[in-house]
Structures are given as C-alpha cells and as structure tokens.
C-alpha cells in the first residue's frame, strides 16, 4: 500500500503554504485568496487524488459527521426501507454519514450503538425498535447521563432527555374508518394482528371511535400473526417463501376462510396492516364488500378500496431532523406525525384497462 497523499504534498506540489490549502479545500471564511492560487491548489489536490482526513476534521471541529441508526426491522420491508431512505436522504444534505448498528452487547455490557456513541463513531443515534420496543433501560440511563443526541421513532413514549418522532395511529384510524363508512356499510370487520403494543392498541381505538359515532356494528378478529412469528411474516419480503412462511401463509388463509361465513354482502373489512385484504378476497370474490387498509405503502395496492399510506418517507426525515437539532445543541422535542393521506383505489377502473 502506497504512502497516502497527506495536505503539506498539495502544499508543495502547488507551491503554496499548508495553511492555504486548509484554507481552500475548507472554504475558510474571512480569508482571501487569490483565484490563480486556489486553481492551482484545486488541481494539485486533482493531481494527487488528495482526500482530507475525516478524523483530523473530526478532532479540529469536535464534531462527528455521522449519524448511527439502529433499525430492527425488516428493511426489505416496503416501509421500513422508505424510512431509512429518508433518514439518508436528509442527513446527506447537510453532510453527515449514516452508521447501521446493532444491538449486541460488548464486553463491557453495553449495546453497540451506546458503545459507539461512548467510542466517538456517531455524534447521534436514531432508534427504530421493533414493535413498541425501544432502547434498554440501561442504554438510556448511559446516554441521558452523556447527553447523547438520541431520536427514539415510534415508541408511543415521550421522554425528556430525548426526541421522540411517533405516527398518529389513532387519527389515520378515525379517518379511513370514516371514508368506509361513507359507502353505507353498517357492520365493520377489524382485523388486527395477536400483538398487543400502543400501536395496535391506537388503531383499534381509532376504529371504535368512528363505529360507535355512527352506530355501526364492529367485530374485532385477531388474525395468527404474532411477535413470536412477526420474523416469519416478513421473510416474505427478504428471503421468498420458506416452509415457515408457507405454512403460516396457509395458517392465515384458513383464518380468512373461517372469516367468510361472518361477513355479509354490504359489510366493510378493514386490516391493520397491509396485504391482508388480498388474503381474503382471495378466498371470498364477493364485490360488493368495501375493503380497506389502515397501512399500505405499496405492498399490495390493489386489494383495498381505501388504504392510509403511512409517511415513512417523511417520518425518516423527520427523525434525521429532530438529531440533528440535538447535535447542534437543541432541546429534546416530541412530534407526531398525521396520517392524513387516505388513499381511494379505483379497481373498476384498473380492471377495465
């Protein structure tokens, strides 16, 4: 390995001192350099193929350009590779890297994304937990006794050492629910998963605050999707069909089958989560039945009448926002994210092309 090209090689190769180069490839304000001298500067550094040293600016600016996002998803997952694309998209405008960590403990006990704040690798950590499910009780303890810049996403849980980003479960219930029943449907079948986190527990609520407003009939029905087989769930998306998935794809299927003797011509099925109406029209071809989706982002459009799409897009945003005003100093803040986008898919219209 050849010797790398350090800032006093450009110096000399552009006949220049030290300091002006620093101050060229820096754009240093207060310093006037001639632009004659900054061109040569400015191909001296083309010439030697000189990169600055990311480390020495770290230590001069007491800084730390990058940003450690704990995501304990699934991300080929339609929702949960949005929201890091988000997270990237807005940290890259302001010059900041993304770190993926994990959540491993080393051999001091700590998780590695406290390990790496504590090592100085990220300057901030985003937390994306899985179902409810935000960072140890310990890690938190260390970070708040740091001062770490910490954004916690979507853990229903507001704190006052650190940011939280949530998504309004409830509202973006309401409001699907209320488009539903705008068709003249007059029983409601909810479909929510065996999982009881502040997430299910909103959306359900939101669905029963729209029925009893209006007097309609809900039937609640959990369907055999479970924290214990979430994982299985989502290889679909990852790995394709393994023989878990499968069977429990049949599991899911003969829940729908045992559901089409209960709903009635004129009735609404609303799933909690994506892709589940298209379970169930595949075992019932009724057309007039209204279908919808409280969450959907592409998975399976076409199944729903009416879906929410969820702004994970803009929640990955919104969380890259929030640590990079603690970074600078900013005070820890709480935003909820509305779910105000309801989505009407025409499927006469699709069919007909």
Known sequence: MGRRTTLKDVAR??????????????????????????????????????????????????????????????????????????????????????????????????????????????????????????????????????????????????????????????????????RVLERGCRRVHYLRPQIETAQERLREQGVRDICQASGARLMVREMPISLSNLDVWDERYSVGNTDAGIHLSKEFLDAMTDLRSEVRPGDAVISSWATWTHYFRKVDHRRNIVYAELANNGESWLAADFYTRLPNYEAGMACADEVLSLMRG????????????????????????
């Open 13 to 178: 190769e552009a006949g220049v001192t030290a300091a002006t180069v620093s101050y060229v490839i820096n754009n240093t304000p207060g310093q006037t350099i001639r632009p004659e001298t900054r061109r040569r500067v400015l191909q001296a550094v083309e010439r030697l193929n000189y990169m600055p040293n990311a480390h020495a600016r770290t230590l001069r600016s007491r800084t730390i350009p990058c940003v450690g996002v704990v995501i304990r998803k699934n991300l080929a997952v339609p929702r949960f590779s949005q929201m890091a694309y988000g997270i990237q998209t807005r940290l890259e405008l302001d010059g900041y890297n993304v770190l993926l960590l994990g959540n491993k403990r080393d051999s001091l006990g700590h998780a590695d994304y406290a390990s790496a704040y504590l090592a100085g690798r990220v300057g901030g950590i985003i937390f994306i937990g899985t179902e409810n499910e935000g960072p140890d009780r310990d890690s938190l303890e260390l970070l708040a006794k740091e001062s770490a810049p910490l954004v916690v996403f979507d853990g229903q849980s507001p704190a006052d050492d650190h940011s939280t980003v949530d998504l309004d479960y409830q509202g973006g219930a309401r409001l699907i629910t209320t």
């Open 330 to 353: 900013g005070a820890p803040s709480a935003r909820t994210l509305r779910l105000a986008n309801v989505v009407e898919a025409r499927l006469d219209d699709v069919e007909a092309t």
